[in-house]
């Protein structure tokens, strides 16, 4: 008795929670495949350094290359991958590592864009659309002023947070790069334009380069996600849709006519429908009706 109790709340809880536990899948889901990518990416390495250390090279004594395909390097090549940046500084040269880049990239890419989907439309939730309405009903200010008012600071944050702050410390942590420099390559990044002329962490003397490395892969995923929740946010805004719908395609009024009318044929015949089947159950919920004919009754009171 308790087990069936024990398992029916379960399934409530689930079936309630439903799309948060789709979501939490979702994000955990592409985290292992960023780190399933790396995993491999770095093996490879690891067969070319086995495969050279036969024939008496020695790879790991090559300061240049001893950190091409470490872990650290492959999940941030595998973030730049999944995420169409691709800088091309860092590429696999065997056959192998070619085939598995394109099914990875298949694969990945669209499990990409589905993750920062989700992402976005739960964050702009919270950072968009409650804070204006409860601007717009709270202190009763006009929806569209404050829609307007939001964006351009929400704007301003994101900037100030991932352009002019990454870009002073980029500026510091890498020896040859100025603030100019830096906030180029934050935007060439962010963009997914990805020149590859400018990438972090690839100095001899980089000081906690496996941590420097990490943080920069998740400053690109929270910086893509902090840019698509501007872009949706801007799209919201009642003017630039009205200014969009200059450039969209009319769909002609026959085709929607034809539309209405299958609607609505549709939705009579089941309202009719609807309408049969509830007078059959009143009448079979009525508890005095006589099932004889009225002749009948006639015929017995001429009787």
Same mark, same amino acid.
């Not at 069936?4 to 309630?16: D, K, P, T, W």
């Not at 892969?217 to 698509?228: F, R, V």
């Given at each position: 008795?308790?087990?069936?109790?024990?398992?029916?709340?379960?399934?409530?809880? %689930?079936?309630?929670?439903? @799309?948060?536990?789709?979501?939490?899948?979702?994000?955990?889901?592409?985290?292992?495949?960023?780190?399933? =990518?790396?995993?491999?990416? @770095?093996?490879?390495?690891?067969?070319?350094?086995?495969?050279?250390?036969?024939? =008496?090279?020695?790879?790991?004594?090559?300061?240049?290359?001893?950190?091409?395909?470490?872990?650290?390097?492959?999940?941030?090549?595998?973030?730049?991958?999944?995420?169409?940046?691709?800088? =091309?500084?860092?590429?696999?040269?065997? *056959?192998?590592?070619?085939?598995?880049?394109?099914?990875?990239?298949?694969?990945?890419?669209?499990?990409?864009?589905?993750?920062?989907?989700?992402?976005? !439309?739960?964050?702009?939730?919270?950072?968009?659309?409650?804070?204006?309405?409860?601007? /717009?009903?709270?202190?009763?200010?006009?929806?569209?002023?404050?829609?307007?008012?939001?964006?351009?600071?929400?704007?301003?944050?994101?900037?100030?947070?991932?352009?002019?702050?990454?870009?002073?410390?980029?500026?510091?942590?890498?020896?040859?790069?100025?603030?100019?420099?830096?906030?180029?390559?934050?935007?060439?990044?962010?963009?997914?334009?990805?020149?590859? *002329?400018? %990438?972090?962490?690839?100095?001899?003397?980089?000081?906690?380069?496996?941590?420097?490395?990490?943080?920069?892969?998740?400053?690109?995923?929270?910086?893509?996600?902090?840019?698509?929740?501007?872009?949706?946010?801007?799209?919201?805004?009642?003017?630039?849709?009205?200014?969009?719908?200059?450039?969209?395609?009319?769909?002609?009024?026959?085709?929607?006519?034809? /539309?209405?009318?299958?609607? *609505? !044929?549709?939705?009579?015949?089941?309202?009719?429908?609807?309408?049969?089947?509830?007078?059959?159950?009143?009448?079979?919920?009525?508890?005095?009706?006589?099932?004889?004919?009225?002749?009948?009754?006639?015929?017995?009171?001429?009787?």
């Amino acid at each position: 008795m308790l087990q069936s109790l024990a398992g029916s709340s379960c399934v409530r809880l %689930v079936e309630q929670h439903r @799309s948060a536990w789709c979501f939490a899948l979702l994000v955990l889901g592409y985290l292992l495949y960023l780190v399933f =990518g790396a995993v491999v990416f @770095s093996s490879q390495f690891l067969m070319r350094v086995l495969e050279a250390s036969n024939y =008496g090279v020695s790879v790991l004594s090559n300061a240049s290359g001893n950190w091409n395909w470490d872990f650290t390097s492959s999940l941030f090549f595998a973030s730049t991958v999944l995420s169409t940046t691709g800088y =091309g500084h860092t590429v696999p040269l065997s *056959d192998g590592g070619k085939a598995f880049c394109i099914i990875y990239s298949v694969i990945g890419i669209p499990f990409t864009l589905l993750f920062l989907t989700a992402v976005v !439309q739960r964050i702009i939730v919270y950072v968009t659309r409650r804070p204006v309405l409860y601007f /717009h009903i709270r202190w009763g200010f006009s929806k569209q002023v404050v829609a307007i008012i939001h964006a351009m600071v929400l704007g301003f944050i994101t900037v100030s947070c991932f352009f002019l702050i990454p870009a002073a410390i980029f500026s510091v942590l890498e020896d040859d790069w100025n603030f100019l420099e830096s906030f180029y390559f934050c935007f060439i990044s962010l963009s997914t334009i990805g020149l590859g *002329d400018y %990438v972090p962490g690839e100095g001899y003397n980089q000081k906690f380069r496996e941590l420097y490395k990490i943080g920069i892969t998740c400053y690109l995923l929270m910086g893509l996600i902090a840019m698509l929740v501007v872009l949706e946010t801007f799209c919201e805004l009642h003017e630039l849709k009205k200014f969009r719908k200059l450039f969209y395609v009319k769909k002609d009024k026959e085709e929607d006519q034809v /539309h209405i009318m299958e609607h *609505d !044929q549709l939705s009579f015949s089941s309202i009719s429908d609807q309408a049969a089947s509830m007078k059959d159950d009143q009448k079979a919920n009525e508890p005095f009706v006589n099932s004889q004919s009225p002749t009948s009754n006639d015929s017995s009171l001429n009787n």
